[in-house]
């Protein structure tokens, strides 16, 4: 069984930083892309950041040049540094991993549990 872990959330004033990391742990599996979605009080769940397996990276416009997303597929994890964090970056934010299984060979789309960010004026 393959399970995400994350860790990181908190509350911080606005312009101050977080770091989120995910971690995906488990067996006979491998690991296409990473990212991370947000979903604040009374709106969908939105894209912040994903980053595919060869390292192409896609952001959120509201988010660019103060979120970066990377990941470290020897701890299969991936991190999201938020700086400059602003009081509309509140959400509960969550992990995605789009993972292959091996032993069934089949492709499968992982969440994490949340992790809340809040954002205090």
């Known amino acids: 069984q393959v399970q995400l872990v994350e860790s990181g959330g908190g509350l911080v004033q606005a312009g101050g930083s977080l770091r989120l990391s995910c971690a995906a742990s488990?067996?006979?599996?491998?690991?296409?892309?990473m990212g991370w979605y947000r979903q604040a009080p009374g709106k969908q769940r939105e894209l912040v950041a994903t980053?595919?397996?060869?390292?192409?990276?896609t952001y959120a416009d509201s988010v660019k040049g103060r979120f970066t997303i990377s990941r470290d597929n020897g701890k299969n994890t991936v991190y999201l540094q938020m700086n400059s964090l602003k009081p509309e970056d509140m959400a509960v934010y969550s992990c995605?991993?789009?993972?292959?299984?091996?032993?069934?060979?089949?492709?499968?789309?992982?969440w994490g549990q949340g992790t809340q960010v809040t954002v205090s004026s």
């Open positions: 980053i595919t397996s060869d390292g192409t990276i």
């Open positions: 488990g067996s006979m599996f491998s690991i296409n892309a």
């Open positions: 995605r991993t789009d993972i292959y299984r091996i032993g069934t060979r089949r492709y499968e789309t992982l």
